[in-house]
């Protein structure tokens, strides 16, 4: 009885008291992640040509040299007015040669091959899929296969490997027979070819513009040489451009529900087909002057 009596008064007072209630109260959910991220300025490159504009996002996680020289080429006004002077219907448009031929480039040094990557448990990447020994997904708006994350632990810089994967968009940079020999000309994909695969530098990807890029005019010959060809009118980073002109990008967040809707769609469609190239990541453009 006496009993009864405490529990009584302790169940009144748990529910009269409102200090004690609401302590009581659940914690809110934690926040999900925005549905879009905001593409920096700086890793933001403007190509404007004579069918339109392209956008692409530059992935310095992936290729660091050849990020800076895309950059510092830029901003130094070198890719003005050069052409397009290879394009290959189903495959890709090249540029980036000052003498039109395929044969010129910048007065810098070549490059080192960044063929691969190192990735850490600190670098953003989001799997969409995982065959077995691997993970498929993306860092930033490229998409990539990489190593699994559970094979940091045995090496010595806890990091595994990954690699760029060429489906459409994605920013290829040209070079000769040798490995150490890009420098100035780049490509950018029409459609996928998975035998470029580490085999030539990947450093970004088209987020706006894929429809310009496949709009280039294209060689009728097997070599891709281009006769009287688009041109590169300017190129420059997003942040090296006035405020009114510049040009403001958001990307659907990987890391958002939003986004694995996306990839269940794609995957429900393609079936046993599917495949990191089928994603496209959406993009919101704001175009500035």
Known sequence: MVRNALAAAVLSALLSGPALAQEASPPPPPSAPTDWRAVSPSDLLVIDTSKGRILVELAPELAPAHV??????AARGFYDNLAWHRVIDWFMAQTGDPLGTGEGQSWY???KGEFTFRRGPDMAFTPVAAPTGALIGFVRSVPVQTQPDDLMAGTGDKKVHGWGLYCPGVAGMARDEGND???SQFF????????LDKRYTVWGRVVSGLDVVRALKA????DGIVTEPDRMTRVRLAADLPQA????????N??????RALVDQARQARGADFSVCDIDIPAQVTPGA
Do not use: C, G, H, W
């Open 68 to 73: 800076e020289r895309i950059k510092l080429l």
């Open 188 to 195: 950018l994909m029409r459609q996928a070819y998975p035998a």
């Open 219 to 222: 060689s009728p010959t097997p």
């Open 254 to 259: 990987t890391t958002s529900a939003a986004f």
């Open 109 to 111: 040094p070549d490059l």
């Open 245 to 252: 002109e510049r040009p403001a990008v958001q990307m659907m």
């Open 181 to 183: 020999t890009a420098n």
